[in-house]
């Protein structure tokens, strides 16, 4: 694919110049994706233009509140513009009908995959909303609470609340921009952050009550059978793998999950341990800090059996 | 008390025309009291100022990072500034030696009652710690990393990580500047807001395992016996009462907690049942959302007879 390297200036240039532009977030939709669609869309709207945005996954309702920022509008769209999709492959079952038609892609995954005619990418940006920001501030769209609320969701959903290492001053500095407007952002924070599910309440309870302690206290095991994980969402089972590792004095810490076809253990390391290096024993993968490997015919016991002594081994290597 | 209300620059001029400085953080320090008092200290001693800073509590080991910022040094002070204290009582056993000698109190405390010959107030700052910053660059110090990470803990841990409705735009410009020095902002969030001791895991866990729903999923209670809370410190024990409100559906959490003579009944509300009218009820008393009341010479069972239908009228009313 040759795909043009664009400037926040000359993408803006571009949606200036056209219409009838359809937004496709990336499957699985997240509030990054979903707050970058929703608000260019909005931003684009409140130019004159026609603009919509869709997702090939259904859009949890806890997002509902970003469709205030847009207007439904009935048209034949023309120019596809994606906003934070890394790879055409993301956009699910969109991907066969505009993965070859993308003219214009927004993102700030350092992994982006060219697929689009023209890309923006910021990849130090925290979220891609932040990107967003600076292209709506470049289309002469001005700012208001509903916009702001979308654009918020993206970067506050994407940093862990401004937690992690991929915030910057540029993160903080346009969240006090849009903190100017009265959108409710603790109501949001609240909602992503605070809020449990009956659902997540009784997972963690499951999940707390069957953690097991090794090596010292310095290994952290969860089993959790399949019908522990069948009532929960999607969105209740995230980021289950990285609890046992959140404990003090954890370095390494393992979900050993029920599938169809037998258990996969997710292991996650803090510090020094390569988590790579003990699933790689049993035919697994993946990273330093986070890997993962699958059993068969075998019970959790004999897992834990197997995998203890080649943490242990990781441990004081 | 005649207390002088002064400005940033009234409050650094003072602090520069004086000299050999105690500064003192109120009992039970937490992050931001601590944050102001560090990073004041340590901003005085780069100017050549004498200062030192001292609490009556503890300070949990989670805080020693903060020590970089200052040197130790041994000299007989002669001015008292408090940071973070809304009231002498706050000094605990400091109270009784220095609380009718504090010269300058810095605080954003709307309830702060006077007892200081100079207030610096800024009730509207999420954090004392986005006033000590200003005061810092109203004394001419030079950022650094060792400053800016006190400050940026207090600011963080008093706003929830930017969480809560008291967070404004100035909080995330000040921020903004704070991450320009590279003092790691990921690892203290990793530490006060993902990391749990495994005290605090067996006790969410007992906390989660004594859950009961009442009144159609609108009620939340938890039942925590004295020896579920004898084995955990302040710290872990923080924020116990709010969580059956941030349960999805649940308008209000109860948490019956045994104490030497009785229980204690924490009930917390989320948007319109009123926690103050219920615990009236029971002779207790508190705020609309969060209030509290005492039971002797009844088991948890009892209480809770005594406390759902007072809880089913408030919701049905």
Chains 1, 2 share one sequence.
Not at 84 to 113: M, N, P, Q
Not at 184 to 191: A, K, V, W
Not at 257 to 262: L, V
Request: net charge negative; proline share 3%; charged share 30%.
């Amino acid at each position: 694919m040759n795909t043009e390297i664009v400037t926040i200036e000359e993408a803006a240039k571009f949606l200036k110049e056209n219409d009838n532009y359809l937004i496709l977030s990336h499957a699985n939709p997240d509030g990054d994706t979903l707050g970058c669609a929703f608000s260019l869309c909005g931003a684009l709207q409140r130019m004159g233009k026609r603009a919509k945005n869709i997702c090939a996954d259904p859009i949890s309702s806890r997002f509902s509140f970003m469709k205030e920022a847009v207007k439904e509008q009935d048209f034949e769209p023309s120019v596809i513009v994606t906003v934070d999709v890394a790879d055409k492959k993301l956009l699910g079952d969109f991907e066969s009908v505009y993965g070859d038609k993308v003219a214009l892609a927004v993102d700030h995954h350092v992994s982006h995959v060219n697929f689009a005619g023209k890309l923006l990418l910021e990849p130090d940006a925290a979220a891609c909303c932040q990107t967003v920001y600076k292209l709506i501030k470049a289309l002469g769209v001005e700012m208001d609470e509903k916009l702001a609320a979308c654009i918020y969701t993206g970067i506050a959903t994407d940093s862990g609340c401004f937690k992690y290492a991929s915030v910057s001053p540029e993160t903080h500095i346009i969240t006090a921009e849009l903190l100017k407007y009265d959108f409710g952002f603790d109501r949001i924070n609240y909602l992503f952050f605070d809020m449990k599910t009956k659902e997540r309440v009784a997972l963690e309870e499951r999940i707390f009550r069957s953690l097991e302690y090794y090596c010292d206290g310095k290994c952290a095991i969860v089993v959790l059978p399949k019908e522990a994980l069948d009532s929960v969402d999607t969105e209740d089972g995230n980021g289950i793998a990285s609890i046992p590792r959140q404990i003090d004095g954890v370095e390494v810490g393992v979900v050993i999950k029920e599938k169809k076809d037998g258990w996969k253990a997710s292991i996650r390391t803090n510090s020094f341990a390569d988590a790579q290096k003990i699933c790689k024993q049993f035919g697994g993968g993946g990273h330093e800090k986070a890997a993962g490997c699958s059993f068969k015919n075998m019970t959790p016991e004999e897992i834990k059996e197997k995998l203890i002594p080649v943490i242990e081994r990781e441990l004081n290597k």
